[in-house]
Structure formats: structure tokens, C-alpha cells
């Protein structure tokens, strides 16, 4: 168990630019969870996959983004034609099942700036 | 809406003094609530966690929280600060629609001076 991976850690892109983020859940996790986090803020809720079923999606996520889990195992976030608003560290989190029994396992994320 | 208020942007301690971080939350039915830590540059760390059952709950690195339903608050407590825990702490509410999202406050800082 290494944990949850995200991939990469920093990414610069020019506004405009298409970027994709990956994430690789603990392996028995069968629920995967995309949050968005700004500086001075906690993380705000993006998107939630049970194995490979997108269940839920905020109204954060806009038309630009877009979010896989194929097979149910890793998860990739795409943001297209990137704004400077886009600019935040993207978290990924897995857990088993429910978390109230175990809480989440978090990534150490993908910080994106875009210029 | 659920939503969760951390007062306090950032705390300063002295190394060995106690903490107590405070969290209030809103939430209509009994809450799911839990804290997380997270260091500079890594992802979020998960202390305690509260469902049901006894309001005092123990976490991981000597840390506890009391959930006060007639407060609407689950802070958190340490009897002695150490350098190592000197981080930014988030208070979180699940919102247990079947959503299984989870709501995080702003977070406090926590400088601990030597």
C-alpha cells in the first residue's frame, strides 16, 4: 500500500492550454474523490466516483472539466482551455467505503498555475 | 446547507502550552464530523473522526475533540504542543445525503513558537 499517487506534482501551462491531472487510488479503494483547494481555503468538493460510476459533481466543475475513472481503478481530471481562476491545488482522496467508518486518504496533490 | 466555521485564521502556542482549535458547524441531523491535518505541501491528514457513540473522541498524534451538540462545535484539543505539529488544521463535515461529500472549513494555522 503506497498510499494515494498524483501525478505530477507541480504543472505550469499557459492560459488557454488543455492540462490533465492523473490520480492513483489506494488499490482496494473502490471510491475516488477530486477536491480543489485554494490558498487560505479548504478543500471544496469537485467530483466523486464509486468504482467506475461518476456519481456526483459539483457546480464547481464546470464544462471545462471533465473526469474518468475507467476500469475503476486510477482517475484522470481534465481541464480544457485553462483560466487563470483555474489556478489551485487539485486533490485527489480515496476510502474504502463510507467515510464516516474510515475518512478519506489524500494525495499530496497537483498544484496548477496557470499564466 | 451544511457548512462548517473555523473562527480562528491562525493560532500561535508555545511549544509544551495546550491548544484547543475551535469548530462550529451547521448541519440539521447528527453530524459525521472529522479533522484533518495537513503540512506545508502535502496532502491532508486525517486525526479523528466522530459518528455516534462517546462525544470525547482520541485521535492519532495525542490529539482529541469534544462534540457539543448543544454548541454546534467539535474543537480540538492538545494537553502539550509540539514543534512537529505546527500545520494548517481543517474541521470537516460529511454530508451524509448519500452524497458522501465532504464539507472542510478555512482552516487554522498553527505556529508553535519555541
Known amino acids: 500500500d503506497t498510499g494515494v499517487s498524483q501525478d505530477p506534482r507541480h504543472k505550469i501551462t499557459k492560459r488557454g492550454q488543455n492540462v490533465t491531472f492523473r490520480c492513483d487510488p489506494i488499490s482496494e479503494h473502490n471510491r475516488l474523490y477530486w477536491y480543489r483547494q485554494t490558498l487560505g481555503q479548504g478543500p471544496e468538493f469537485l467530483t466523486y466516483f464509486q468504482n467506475e460510476a461518476q456519481l456526483e459533481k459539483s457546480r464547481l466543475l464546470s464544462d471545462r472539466f471533465s473526469a474518468e475513472r475507467p476500469k475503476g481503478s486510477f482517475s484522470t481530471l481534465e481541464i480544457q482551455r485553462t483560466e487563470q481562476g483555474d489556478s489551485a491545488m487539485y486533490l485527489c482522496?480515496?476510502?474504502?467505503?463510507?467515510?464516516?467508518?474510515?475518512?478519506?486518504?489524500f494525495g499530496s496533490g497537483t498544484r496548477l498555475t496557470v499564466v | 446547507a451544511q457548512s462548517v466555521t473555523q473562527p480562528d485564521i491562525h493560532i500561535t502556542v508555545s511549544e509544551g502550552a495546550s491548544l484547543e482549535l475551535r469548530c462550529n458547524y451547521s448541519y440539521g441531523a447528527t453530524p459525521y464530523l472529522f479533522w484533518y491535518v495537513q503540512s506545508p505541501g502535502q496532502g491532508l491528514q486525517l486525526l479523528l473522526k466522530y459518528f455516534s457513540g462517546d462525544t470525547l473522541v482520541q485521535g492519532i498524534k495525542g490529539f482529541e475533540a469534544e462534540f457539543k451538540r448543544s454548541q454546534s462545535s467539535f474543537n480540538l484539543r492538545k494537553p502539550s504542543v509540539h514543534w512537529s505539529d505546527a500545520a494548517e488544521y481543517f474541521c470537516?463535515?460529511?454530508?451524509?445525503?448519500?452524497?458522501?461529500?465532504?464539507?472542510f472549513g478555512a482552516g487554522t494555522r498553527l505556529f508553535v513558537k519555541a
Open positions: 482522496a480515496s476510502s474504502p467505503r463510507d467515510t464516516v467508518d474510515y475518512g478519506y486518504t
Open positions: 470537516a463535515v460529511e454530508e451524509g445525503t448519500g452524497g458522501f461529500k465532504t464539507i
